[in-house]
């Protein structure tokens, strides 16, 4: 069976409470890293106007080889431009948040 996010979550929280902080920064940064790659795969499926899916595409195409890469093994650093770069695209877009921008630096800057 798979571990969901909520047990994983319950494995880093046991890490941090046995003080073993580094251990509970860099599986908090697998597990961001592993949320990155559903949100990014899935992004376009949250899509409904036509002109935004054809943004979308025209995003796909401009980013290249190196997006495509990304999204088979996203990093934080990397994901922090893409993610901005979507946010200027899409700005109304429920799924994305100036917030998760602040929290993937925070988590980029404590993991470097």
Do not use: C
Request: charged share 30%; net charge negative.
């Amino acid at each position: 069976m798979f571990k969901t996010f909520k047990d994983n979550l319950g494995e880093i929280e046991e890490l941090y409470n046995s003080k073993n902080y580094d251990a509970a920064i860099l599986e908090s940064a697998k597990l961001t890293e592993l949320a990155l790659k559903i949100f990014f795969n899935s992004f376009h499926s949250h899509l409904d106007e036509k002109n935004d899916l054809i943004e979308y595409v025209k995003f796909e195409r401009e980013s290249g080889e190196k997006f495509l890469n990304f999204l088979k093994k996203p990093t934080i650093g990397i994901a922090i431009g893409y993610y901005n770069r979507l946010l200027e695209l899409f700005p109304d877009q429920p799924e994305l948040n100036a917030e998760v921008r602040q929290i993937l630096n925070t988590i980029n800057s404590i993991r470097n």
